[in-house]
T-cell receptor, first 113, second 112 residues
Framework: EAGVTQFPSHSVIEKGQTVTLRCDPI?????LYWYRRVMGKEIKFLLH????????ESGMPNNRFLAERTGGTYSTLKVQPAELEDSGVYFC???????????FGQGTRLTVV | GNSVTQMEGPVTLSEEAFLTINCTYT??????LFWYVQYPGEGLQLLLK?????DKGSNKGFEATYRKETTSFHLEKGSVQVSDSAVYFC???????????FGKGTRLHILP
């Protein structure tokens, strides 16, 4: 069974540009999460999908960030326009059920220059 | 709101030493508790979990017991190896909204 996959693994963009990160969860997992880790600090929650619905987006930093989950399958996280402070590692995770742990992807390292 | 607090790192130990990484939590309801590990250059991996009070999670020689009375989930290993060098994250999953909250992470260095 394939794990959670994220694309791209690395992205370097200039300030003001747009970047779209993609996450493919484990098949059948209804819960999909996005997290961010900046400069080796704590892992910050961004948002949580249940199927195609946003359950909680309280961690989204501002309206430059837009997340979607088409048909309850893969998800995209778009940053537009990117700022220097958006640099970090963006993790996606998925889970099924209410008690188990979430499975994480390898992360996308975003560098805004 | 819910939160997780874990001991600050880095923690440096010699091989075969006993390891404890403290973790305490604040949560409403009955959360599930987890330890995740991130090895150098890799993604986050679920190390172990406990879903209710007094449960003990274990994996790869690591153990943690869900202590409701002290709201703790300390990670322990009796004899660490160089290959255990990594960053360890304590986390909880809320029983109300499925949100997973992480501690700040503890970097562990094991010296040969």
């Amino acid at each position: 069974e394939a794990g959670v996959t994220q694309f791209p693994s690395h992205s370097v963009i200039e300030k003001g540009q747009t970047v779209t990160l993609r996450c493919d969860p484990i098949s059948g997992h209804d819960n999909l999460y996005w997290y961010r880790r900046v400069m080796g600090k704590e892992i910050k929650f961004l948002l949580h999908f249940v199927k195609e619905s946003k359950q909680d987006e309280s961690g989204m930093p501002n309206n430059r960030f837009l997340a979607e989950r088409t048909g309850g399958t893969y998800s995209t996280l778009k940053v537009q326009p990117a700022e220097l402070e958006d640099s970090g590692v963006y993790f996606c995770a998925s889970s099924q059920g209410r008690q188990g742990g979430a499975f994480f992807g390898q992360g996308t390292r975003l560098t805004v220059v | 709101g819910n939160s997780v607090t874990q001991m600050e790192g880095p923690v440096t130990l010699s091989e075969e030493a006993f390891l404890t990484i403290n973790c305490t939590y604040t949560a409403t309801g009955y959360p599930s508790l987890f330890w995740y590990v991130q090895y150098p250059g890799e993604g986050l991996q679920l190390l172990l979990k406990a879903t209710k009070a007094d449960d003990k999670g274990s994996n790869k020689g690591f153990e943690a017991t869900y202590r409701k009375e002290t709201t703790s989930f300390h990670l322990e290993k009796g004899s660490v190896q160089v290959s255990d060098s990594a960053v360890y994250f304590c986390a909880l999953r809320s029983s109300r909204d499925d949100k997973i909250i992480f501690g700040k992470g503890t970097r562990l260095h094991i010296l040969p």
